[in-house]
């Protein structure tokens, strides 16, 4: 009874809430490689305190969901879809795996009643670290359950049935006989490529499926990829008739079927009776019995027909250790490929305590009925069939003599982690396997990896210290002026130049303030407001690392401003970052704001400190360029004369300068009269401003009285003259500055004589009078003898070689002019100079003109007699000769350099200017 109590304890688990709420199956993908035991089928196993059920896959991997995954409640964990190797408790309402910190391969952060379906991101530990990965995650829809009759069972296993499941699902069935109803022609259910499980749900063997002696009971046609499980389920009266063989199962085409505690009985057909096996399938059995079949052809086969694969174990299903009871031997026909050839039933089969697992031979019946206790590095806490190595974060460093130590493995201490995800038992059998979180991270006990300090937050120890990085609160919040953008901060940004940041624990630079108008910020990582510019310095803009200086001509008074002010009038700033304008020094003035210097009072202006506008000297003072006051004239020339100053605003005094002098009286320069001259007014010794010096005898002044000059030879004059007196005729004044003028009719000078004309300048201008010569002995004047011709020939070219030969010896003379002696260089010079005159001008120049219109005659005369001839008139003729010369100027434009002296004339008197130019 207890043994039955345990088979139906099993099924039970593995069937558990089998009902119309339980969640459907799942299959996972898109794992990373170090992850890829997360992937696979996954069957809803129980419900949590959550209300949300938990998923397992073959490879004891679980999902859960928990609310919060380290119990505290904090925000930092909440309300995860959780991928785990550690079976989560259906009891706790938080940290459902009990290790009180946020530990595992992977998760999703989301609240759905079921792990996301579709492609969602979620972070898995792959490698040594976490990842954002993208997991696929689809629900398989199963059938109804608990199916409690035969239509239901029908369309959920068969190929043609209506609702046929999903493969992976599991078809749960109600305890009770299932009898044909709605069948296929020689079977009860005909199931092709299906895998999954056909379980009963209600207890071993209470689950009845009849075939009622006329049909066979199961045709398994090929299993797909995978296994067909059946489980505590009677196969009974099945009947193939013919040559139909498997009146309780028949298999083909490599299909794959496993029986635990199953029974065929009362089956008939033509060969194995019971079952049987063709076309590569093969067939596993577990404590199952065979009891009255029967096979038609007598071959033996009553309960197996094997032509393919059968193992029949005798030892107790994976999960349960010791040996079935061992019953009758059975009918079969073929090889066996494991085991003995027995009928078995449930016998003393068992599960092995915690810290136990079967032996590596389990199936073999000599040791199947012991349990060994695991060895180091391993754990065994739940029914399976064999002690595993410890999970990831874990460790187990004791030997296998006590089974009590094996039940679980040690976790690594908080600020520790395993990554190694039970696959190398050297990775698991110490505590030194546990390795310190590296700087930035932090990590629970149990941890297979460790996790990353979160955003504005920063961890600097390298993991000399675990216990610095047991939890979140590890991490250290960026203080203020820092911020940290990435997870596993080892260190915190300093917010630049030009910013700040008051809080602390900041994840982004843009969290960073920037620095308002009129402050600065010129270092990093500040904490608080930005420094207010200086006076003299502004910010006009934010974030302004260095606040700017006022540009020249401008100030800023106070400090924190935008903007600088330009100077007023009457100041100015001539250099940059000035806080204050200066006012303008005396001298110097400015009109408009802004001002970078100040403008220097031009002169004949004055003005005091702070000025806007220089004000104009009053009339007989003057001043200098950038003057603070005016100057008299005589004051500001050290006393000099010959200064004055009209009107207002005077820059310097008035020069009267040479030929004028000053009049003070009226602030007026005067010319000096005529026969007074000035040089002009410089100092005490030479008072020239105030009178006009007069010209001494011998002297004139110039045009503009600056100075008396010497009267020239040939003149005269007294005292305060404007200008010289010329000799008389008869007078000659031979030196400069002559006082009076010489007579010619002297004895000292030539007796007798006179001058041509006045102003002679020396003594040689003293000559005789017509009809009269100079005897040089006697140094007189003396008449002319007779037979001496005076009158003179005519000025002609020619009359240059007529002579006049006087009588008694007295020479030849130029008979034109008796003062040039035929004899003499001067009259031979002439000769020469006439004899080249008659050849050029009166002869070479007329022959010039002739040869060269001779040249261009028949361009000159286009034939004006022959049109005066051909046209009959002499008007028309010349009309005619007058346009075709005209013709010929425009095609040899080179004719019209002669035209000065052809135009004039008729095309056929071409030549006539020469006759006109012959001066002969």
């Not at 635990?260 to 009362?266: G, N, Q, W």
């Not at 201008?765 to 007779?786: F, L, Q, R, S």
Request: with cysteine; net charge negative.
């Amino acid at each position: 009874m207890l043994r039955i109590l345990q088979f139906t304890l099993l099924i039970l688990l593995l069937a558990k809430s089998a009902n119309a709420d339980k969640p459907h199956p799942i299959i996972v993908s898109g794992m990373c490689s170090s992850a890829s035991v997360y992937d696979g089928f996954y069957q809803a196993m129980y419900e949590t305190a959550t209300g949300r059920w938990y998923y397992k896959n073959n490879n004891e991997m679980f999902f859960y969901f928990d609310p919060s995954c380290n119990g505290s409640g904090a925000s930092f964990g909440q309300n995860r879809w959780i991928a785990n190797n550690v079976e989560p408790s259906t009891t706790a309402v938080n940290d459902l795996d009990g290790d009180g910190i946020c530990s595992f391969p992977g998760y999703i952060t989301s609240t759905s009643m079921a792990p996301p379906t579709g492609t969602n991101t979620w972070r898995i530990y792959c490698d040594t670290s976490l990842a954002d990965v993208p997991i696929t995650i689809t629900a398989i829809t199963p059938t109804d359950r608990p199916i409690d009759n035969q239509q239901q069972l029908y369309d959920t296993v068969s190929k043609d049935g209506a609702t046929k499941m999903t493969n992976g699902d599991q078809a749960l069935i109600a305890a009770g006989t299932f009898l044909c109803g709605t069948c296929a022609s020689s079977v009860m259910f005909y199931s092709s490529n299906l895998f999954g499980g056909i379980i009963c749900a209600e207890g071993i063997l209470t689950c009845i499926l009849d075939g009622q002696g006329t049909r066979g009971i199961l045709f398994v046609d090929g299993t797909d990829v995978s296994n067909l499980a059946i489980k505590g389920i009677r196969f009974h009266h099945g009947t193939r008739t013919g040559s139909n063989s498997g009146g309780g199962i028949y298999m083909r085409n490599g299909a794959k079927v496993t029986l635990e505690f199953c029974a065929l009985t009362s089956c008939t057909a033509y060969q194995g009776g019971a079952i049987a096996i063709f076309s590569d399938a093969t067939l596993t059995t577990y404590t199952t019995s065979f009891t009255s079949n029967t096979a038609t052809n007598n071959d033996g086969s009553n309960d197996i027909f094997n032509a393919a694969n059968l193992a029949i174990f005798d030892a107790c299903p994976e999960g349960f250790v010791g040996l079935p009871d061992e019953g009758e031997q059975l009918q079969t026909a073929g090889s066996l490929a494991y085991g003995s050839l027995n009928s078995y039933t449930s016998g003393s089969c068992s599960v092995c305590p915690l810290g136990k697992d079967r032996p590596t031979d389990w199936y073999d019946p000599t040791s199947a009925s012991t349990c060994n206790t695991c060895d180091i590095a391993k754990f065994r806490s739940k029914a399976v069939a064999d002690c595993s190595i410890c999970d990831a974060g874990k460790y187990n460093d004791h030997d296998n003599s006590d089974a009590s130590l094996h039940t679980e493995c040690v976790a690594c201490a908080a600020g520790k982690h395993l990554q190694d995800q039970g696959t190398t038992i050297t990775l698991h059998d110490s505590e030194d396997d546990c390795t310190s979180c590296p700087a930035g991270k932090y990590s629970a006990a149990a941890a297979p990896s460790c996790t990353n300090c979160p955003k504005g937050t920063y961890l600097a120890d390298n993991g000399s210290d675990p216990t610095l990085h047991n939890d979140a609160s590890d991490c250290t919040s960026c203080p203020a002026g820092k911020y940290s953008e990435q997870v596993g901060g080892t260190s915190c940004t300093d917010c630049g130049q030009g910013k700040y940041i008051e809080t602390t624990g900041s994840i982004s630079e843009t969290q960073c303030d920037t620095c308002p108008l009129g402050k600065h910020n010129d270092v990093e990582g500040l904490a608080t407001d930005c420094f207010s510019c200086l006076s003299g310095k502004v910010a006009p803009s934010p974030g302004q690392v260095d606040c700017t200086d006022c540009p020249t001509g401008t100030h800023a008074p106070s400090e924190g401003l935008t903007s600088c002010s330009q100077c007023d009038v009457g100041k100015h700033s001539g250099v940059t970052g000035s806080a204050a304008c200066s006012d303008c020094t005396a001298g110097k003035f400015t009109s408009y704001t802004g001002a970078v210097v100040c403008t220097l009072c031009a002169g004949g202006k004055h003005s005091g400190q702070g000025a806007a506008a220089c004000s104009n000297c009053d009339e007989g003072t003057f001043s200098s360029p950038g003057s603070t006051s005016c100057e008299t004239c005589s004051d500001g020339y050290d006393g000099a004369h010959g200064y004055i100053a009209k009107g207002e605003g005077n820059n310097n005094c008035a020069y009267c300068g040479i030929g004028k002098y000053a009049d003070t009286s009226v602030q007026e320069c005067k010319l000096c009269v005529q026969g007074k001259y000035s040089v002009g007014g410089v100092n005490d010794s030479d008072p020239g401003s105030a009178t006009c010096l007069t010209c001494e005898p011998g002297k004139f002044t110039n045009a503009d009285q600056t100075e008396c000059l010497f009267c020239p030879a040939g003149k005269i004059s007294g005292v305060a003259s404007s200008e010289c007196t010329v000799c008389e005729i008869g007078k000659f004044a031979d030196k400069e500055g002559s006082v009076e003028c010489n007579f010619c009719n002297d004895e000292d000078v030539l007796k007798g004589s006179t001058t041509a004309g006045n102003s002679t300048a020396s003594k040689s201008g003293c000559i005789c009078d017509k009809g009269e010569y100079e005897n040089h002995e006697t140094a007189t004047c003396e008449k002319v003898m007779e037979g001496v011709r005076e009158d003179k020939a005519g000025m002609n070219i020619f009359s240059n070689f007529a002579c006049h030969d006087f009588d008694g010896g007295y020479g030849s003379y130029l008979k034109v002019d008796y003062s040039i002696d035929c004899d003499g260089t001067e009259h031979k010079v002439f000769n020469i100079y006439a004899l080249v005159c008659i050849v050029v001008y009166p002869i070479g120049i007329p022959l010039m003109y002739f040869l060269l219109l001779r040249r261009e005659r028949k361009l000159l005369d286009p034939g004006h007699r022959h049109f005066t001839f051909q046209l009959g008139s002499e008007e028309k003729g010349l009309e005619k000769a007058l346009q075709e010369r005209a013709k010929i100027e425009e095609k040899h434009p080179e004719v019209l350099r002669l035209a000065f002296l052809y135009r004039n004339y008729e095309p056929m008197s071409y030549n006539f200017e020469v006759f006109e130019t012959n001066p002969l």
